[in-house]
C-alpha cells in the first residue's frame, strides 16, 4: 500500500500564504497523478489542483491564478503554494496519489492522506 502524509496546515489571515506537502512512501509503486481536494464542514469534498507525471496542471477555478501545484517525483512529493488567501479557503485539504505498485503484477492504487486543517480568518 501507498501512505501519504501531509504537511504544512495552519492559521493564516486573508491574504496571507501558506505552501502544504504530501509525500509519498511504500514500497515498488509508481504514481501518474497526485492532486490536492479540500472539504470545508456540510460540503463536499472537491478537487483544488491535479499534477500528472509529466508536469500538466489543473486547477479549480476559485484558485487559478491564487494557487500552484508542483511535485518532486524523486521525493515523491507534492506541494501546494497558497496565496492571497481568503475565509472561503477554509477547509481540510487531502492529498491524493494514483498510480500502480508493482509487487510481481501490476496493480492500481489509489490513496489518501490524512488531512490537514487549513483556517484563513478575516
Known amino acids: 500500500q501507498v501512505q501519504l502524509v501531509e504537511s504544512g496546515g495552519g492559521l493564516v489571515q486573508a491574504g496571507g500564504s501558506l505552501t502544504l506537502s504530501c509525500a509519498a512512501s511504500?514500497?515498488?509503486?509508481?504514481?501518474?497523478?497526485m492532486a490536492w481536494y479540500r472539504q470545508a464542514p456540510g460540503k463536499q469534498r472537491d478537487l483544488v489542483a491535479i499534477?500528472?507525471?509529466?508536469?500538466?496542471?489543473n486547477y479549480h477555478d476559485s484558485v487559478k491564478g491564487r494557487f500552484t501545484v508542483s511535485r518532486d517525483g524523486a521525493k515523491n512529493t507534492v506541494y501546494l503554494q497558497m496565496s492571497r488567501l481568503n475565509p472561503e479557503d477554509t477547509a481540510v485539504y487531502y492529498c491524493?496519489?494514483?498510480?500502480?505498485?508493482?509487487?510481481?503484477?501490476?496493480?492500481?492504487?489509489?490513496?489518501w492522506g490524512q488531512g490537514t486543517q487549513v483556517t484563513v480568518s478575516s
Open positions: 511504500g514500497s515498488a509503486f509508481s504514481i501518474n497523478n
Open positions: 491524493n496519489a494514483e498510480g500502480y505498485t508493482n509487487h510481481g503484477a501490476l496493480r492500481p492504487f489509489r490513496s
Open positions: 499534477i500528472t507525471r509529466f508536469g500538466v496542471t
